[in-house]
């Protein structure tokens, strides 16, 4: 069946460092793919997304670019700040499996200043 | 525009009783809802999900049931809590085809003591 497969954490950076975290899937159909956000104590938020091969998702200085030969969907930010301190999620939608979405196990970030 | 409502936020159940969680979203009609669990180091657990009233798929046989009494309604159950139902529990809907994206409530902490 479909799956998403995420680094494990934690992950611990600096302020202003890089930030990447891999995400890889398997899928029987051809799916779309998105990353959430989790704060403490909340529910998830839309980070971003991307529906087709080679489309790029951005928001708030995360990007994530669908790799449909190498199955994977990699978010990255250039230099992150404490308030991203939170855990991520990736997760596809493929209408071959069902409606629901499909979750990694998250990976949880820590930025210290 | 849409939201979604979810309560309680925090829940302390004694083992043995019964659980009633509620969701409700507004703003839009015939969302496909559903429930996740989320145990630590264990990622988001679909429960169950629902294309419309009184159309409930469960995916983990378990302790627990939902029912869609309404169009915007969802309601996670039990008749006797586990210690092992213990969790964040999260409704989402979702409008429209698969690849779009769910939009979570702020979800519940449930604690079987």
């Known amino acids: 069946g479909d799956s998403v497969t995420q680094m494990e954490g934690p992950v611990t950076l600096s302020e202003e460092a890089f930030l990447t975290i891999n995400c890889t899937y398997t899928a029987t159909g051809y799916p779309s793919l998105f990353w959430y956000v989790q704060y403490p104590g909340e529910g998830l938020q839309l980070l971003l997304k991307?529906?087709?091969?080679?489309d790029k998702g951005s928001n708030k200085g995360f990007e994530a670019t669908y790799r449909k030969e190498t199955t994977s969907f990699h978010l990255e930010k250039g230099s992150v700040q404490v308030s991203d301190s939170a855990v991520y999620f990736c997760?596809?939608?493929?209408?071959?499996?069902?409606?629901?979405?499909?979750f990694g196990k998250g990976t949880t970030l820590s930025v210290s200043s | 525009s849409q939201t979604i409502h979810q309560w309680p936020a925090t829940l302390v159940q004694p083992v043995g009783s019964p659980l009633s969680l509620e969701c409700t979203v507004e703003g839009t009609s015939n969302p496909n809802l559903y429930w996740y669990r989320q145990a630590a180091g264990r990622g988001l657990q679909l429960l169950f999900y629902s294309v419309g009233i009184g159309q409930i798929s469960s995916e983990v046989p378990q302790n627990l049931s939902a029912s869609r009494p309404q169009d915007r309604q969802f309601i996670l159950s039990s008749k006797k809590l586990l210690l092992s139902d213990s969790g964040f529990y999260l409704c989402?809907?979702?409008?429209?085809?698969?690849?779009?994206?769910?939009?979570f409530g702020q979800g519940t902490r449930l604690t079987v003591v």
């Open positions: 989402a809907w979702r409008q429209g085809p698969w690849n779009t994206e769910a939009f």
């Open positions: 991307a529906t087709k091969a080679d």
């Open positions: 997760a596809l939608s493929d209408l071959q499996a069902g409606t629901a979405l499909i």
